[in-house]
């Protein structure tokens, strides 16, 4: 088993930054990959940003490209979203995920899920 706890949301202006973080605890050694996922309300669930287990392989939604950054600190279990020169339509519930195997960018393929932090950017 595999337990996330995400932290860093909150509320920021337009053109502002925040960083999340996702905490892995558990049999983290089983992890091949991290995602960001996030739903804004009325809105289906979309992947923001994956990285892979080594940080050789990242994926990011072409809506935060340039503008997010995924990484991840190996040595205290924890993947990172670094969001900079955020939009209102960035505003969502982000969702850190975890799989043991499977394609970064498919939905189906994370099995732990995290319950969720919400960020808010106004105009």
């Known amino acids: 088993q595999v337990q996330l706890v995400e932290s860093g949301g909150g509320n920021v202006q337009a053109g502002g930054s925040l960083r999340l973080s996702c905490l892995a605890s558990?049999?983290?050694?089983?992890?091949?990959?991290t995602g960001w996922y996030r739903q804004a309300p009325g809105k289906q669930r979309e992947l923001v940003a994956a990285?892979?287990?080594?940080?050789?392989?990242?994926v990011y939604a072409d809506s935060v490209k340039g503008r997010f950054t995924i990484s991840r600190d190996k040595a205290e279990n924890t993947v990172s979203l670094q969001m900079n020169s955020l939009k209102p339509e960035d505003t969502a519930v982000y969702y850190c995920?975890?799989?043991?195997?499977?394609?970064?960018?498919?939905?189906?393929?994370?099995?732990?899920w995290g319950q969720g932090t919400q960020v808010t950017v106004s105009s």
């Open positions: 990285i892979n287990r080594s940080g050789a392989e990242t």
């Open positions: 995920a975890a799989t043991t195997g499977g394609p970064l960018d498919r939905e189906s393929t994370y099995e732990y």
């Open positions: 558990g049999s983290t050694n089983l992890i091949t990959a």
